[in-house]
């Protein structure tokens, strides 16, 4: 029918007014709503997903590094949202895995020896201060399930297992970080363990062996001072294994991407 002879609405009631602009309230609560479930779906649990394939791409050499990281093209492969990505790919510069170019976007990071060297020196002192904090706060089955986790290191090794002894050492030394109790260092660990704890030395491993079960021991006598020296020694050798590897040009990361323990 035309405009021009359409019939007049008839004048809306105080009543009606009222319900129209409820209808109205309740379709823009509704839609907030589902954004903030789409957005909470989204959290935790899905970004940690996507931020570590992201970062098993990168550690196994599928991406490269200069290699351009585009959010649509991740958000289409991995079957998430870009804001999902780009959450991601934050919390990885953080770690030190990628690099953000204003205008340009975000690059695979060059994970050379310099940067690596860097994240060993903080890691030092960290594990140091991580050790120390956790004598006298270990438990009994706290001890009991580092030397658990040294002896299985040990057995992985002499099995020529190197990719799972890597994972199961990387988790001992986290659990170490944990015990200290200290919210603040664990939070400042995620930002060196990608880079330090997520590559394997070439160390001999009855030396790694015998300076796990040290350092599990001073703990376990609630001797902080031992404790830190011999975490803090343990992590300078195998900073100085990569030194000298990189003095001679033959440094190759062997890189930690299992995380099973």
């Known amino acids: 029918m035309p405009r021009w002879n359409r019939e007049p609405e008839p004048p809306y009631t105080p009543q009606a007014l009222r319900d129209k602009l409820s209808i109205k309230e309740n379709q823009i609560c509704s839609t907030r709503t589902k954004a903030m479930r789409d957005r909470n779906s989204q959290s935790p649990p899905l970004r940690r997903h996507v ?6 791409r990168i550690l196994s050499g599928e991406s490269l590094p200069g290699e351009r990281l585009a959010q649509q093209s991740l958000a289409k492969k991995l079957g ?3 804001g999902t990505v780009r959450e991601s790919l934050l919390e ?4 030190g895995l990628v690099d953000a170019i204003d ?3 975000v690059f695979v990071g060059k994970l050379d020896a310099l940067r690596l060297v860097e994240a060993y020196e903080v890691r030092e002192y960290l594990e140091g201060l991580a050790a120390r ?3 006298g706060r270990a438990s009994q089955s706290d001890v009991v399930a580092l030397r658990a986790m040294a002896d299985r290191i040990w057995n992985l090794s002499e099995e020529g297992n190197v990719e799972e002894m890597g994972a199961v050492d990387r988790a001992f030394h986290l659990q170490i970080v944990h015990l200290c109790r200290n919210s603040v260092l664990i939070r400042l660990a995620e930002g060196y363990r990608t880079l330090s704890m997520a590559i394997r030395a070439s160390r001999d491993s009855s030396a790694v062996y015998d300076e796990h079960l040290r350092i599990v021991d001073a703990i376990n006598r609630n001797a902080p001072d031992e404790a830190e020296q011999l975490a803090r020694q343990h992590v300078l050798e195998a900073r100085h294994i990569i030194e000298q590897e990189a003095a001679r040009n033959e440094f190759v990361p062997k890189w930690v991407v299992s995380e099973r323990l």
């Open 80 to 82: 998430v949202g870009q």
């Open 103 to 105: 205008g340009l976007g």
């Open 133 to 135: 904090r956790a004598c």
């Open 51 to 56: 931020r570590d394939e992201i970062q098993r």
């Open 92 to 95: 990885l510069e953080w770690l």
